[in-house]
Structure formats: structure tokens, C-alpha cells
T-cell receptor, first 116, second 115 residues
Framework: NAGVMQNPRHLVRRRGQEARLRCSPMKGHSHVYWYRQLPEEGLKFMVYLQKENIIDESGMPKERFSAEFPKEGPSILRIQQVVRGDSAAYFC??????????????FGPGTRLTVT | AQSVAQPEDQVNVAEGNPLTVKCTYSVSGNPYLFWYVQYPNRGLQFLLKYITGDNLVKGSYGFEAEFNKSQTSFHLKKPSALVSDSALYFCAVRDGTGGYQKVTFGTGTKLQVIP
């Protein structure tokens, strides 16, 4: 029973390049969440998606960041024209369908993005 | 708006001693409360949750937490700490009233268990 999978685990990009982070939720889960964690800081919510729908993107920067969760395939967090301040660990989490509030989230191992 | 406070950046405890990691919360409706643990270079792992029912919740690895409505607290406890418990612990809250509410995480407390 595979858990939440994220790839790549480590990603190095130069300033101005694009970063694509992938997340495959646990089998049977239809809710996906993306978080960003900066060194010595907590977990910051970015976006919550269900299949083909963005439910809450209140934590996403208005520019350069986008997310999708297509009908088939993994969820993608895309960062265009990366800057050094984007360097962080990005975590994906998933939860089962239904009334999501009672469910805990299952986290992937994270993607550590370094912008040089 | 909902919020979570973890007042201690770090907690040090000797191996074999009881440990407490503190968490207080603020929500306008019914609190759904969660504890997660993060080991170095890993994702968060779920430990336990309070949704309703008994105020004392038992979870993984011998951890438990007590929900105190009057003090709006949900402290994490373990009777006897192990060196392997050393990690970063996050408290989280979600408003269980009404429709969708996102989860808000605390800033984390680093637990150091000293041999």
C-alpha cells in the first residue's frame, strides 16, 4: 500500500527557470494539499485540490505559482521563473474523499527545491 | 480565523522522563485537532487526533493528548520519553463546523530527548 509519492526528492534550478513538482496521492485519496516549509519555520498552506478542481488557493502567491490535479496522473505544482526565495521544502499531502474535515492528512517525503 | 500556538520552540527531556509538548488553539466553531511528527528530511507523520468524544486521545508510539476545552489546549504527552522520540512536532487545527476549512499548523516544537 504505497504512501504519498513525490518526485523529484531534490531539485536544483537556476534563477529564472521553471520548477515542476509532482505528487501522487495515496490510492483512493482524492484530496491533495500542497505546503511549503522554510528552514526554522512551520508549514505554510498553499493550495487544496480535488480531481480537476482547485478548492482553495488562498496560500498561493498570485504570480508564478500554479497547481493542478488532472483527472489522470499526479498533481503538479509549477513555479515559473524561480527566485532564490522559492528555495524551500515543498510537501504534498492527501486525504480520503468524503467529509474531509475529520480525516488526517498523509504526507509525502517532500521535494527540496534549491534555487541557485 | 483559526490559529494554533506552540509556545515552546524546543523542549528538552531526559530519557525515561515524562514529556509534554504544548499546544493551544483558537477556532470559532468545533475544533478538530491533530498532532504530527517530522523526522529530519522526512514528511510529517500523523500521530493522533481529537474529533469528538473522550478528552484523552491515544495515538501512535505511546503518545497521547488531552483536549481541554476551557483552556483551549491540546497538549501532547508521553509517560516515558525515548531517544528515538527526538523530532519536530506539529499541532494542527481545523474548524469542524460548516463546510470546508483548511488545516492550520503550528510553527512546531523541537523535542530533544537526552540519553
Amino acid at each position: 500500500n504505497a504512501g504519498v509519492m513525490q518526485n523529484p526528492r531534490h531539485l536544483v534550478r537556476r534563477r529564472g527557470q521553471e520548477a515542476r513538482l509532482r505528487c501522487s496521492p495515496m490510492k483512493g485519496h482524492s484530496h491533495v494539499y500542497w505546503y511549503r516549509q522554510l528552514p526554522e519555520e512551520g508549514l505554510k498552506f498553499m493550495v487544496y485540490l480535488q480531481k480537476e478542481n482547485i478548492i482553495d488557493e488562498s496560500g498561493m502567491p498570485k504570480e508564478r505559482f500554479s497547481a493542478e490535479f488532472p483527472k489522470e496522473g499526479p498533481s503538479i505544482l509549477r513555479i515559473q521563473q524561480v527566485v532564490r526565495g522559492d528555495s524551500a521544502a515543498y510537501f504534498c499531502a492527501s486525504s480520503p474523499p468524503g467529509t474531509g474535515a475529520v480525516y488526517e492528512q498523509y504526507f509525502g517525503p517532500g521535494t527540496r527545491l534549491t534555487v541557485t | 480565523a483559526q490559529s494554533v500556538a506552540q509556545p515552546e520552540d524546543q523542549v528538552n527531556v531526559a530519557e525515561g522522563n515524562p514529556l509534554t509538548v504544548k499546544c493551544t488553539y483558537s477556532v470559532s466553531g468545533n475544533p478538530y485537532l491533530f498532532w504530527y511528527v517530522q523526522y529530519p528530511n522526512r514528511g510529517l507523520q500523523f500521530l493522533l487526533k481529537y474529533i469528538t468524544g473522550d478528552n484523552l486521545v491515544k495515538g501512535s508510539y505511546g503518545f497521547e493528548a488531552e483536549f481541554n476545552k476551557s483552556q483551549t489546549s491540546f497538549h501532547l504527552k508521553k509517560p516515558s520519553a525515548l531517544v528515538s522520540d527526538s523530532a519536530l512536532y506539529f499541532c494542527a487545527v481545523r474548524d469542524g463546523t460548516g463546510g470546508y476549512q483548511k488545516v492550520t499548523f503550528g510553527t512546531g516544537t523541537k523535542l530533544q530527548v537526552i540519553p
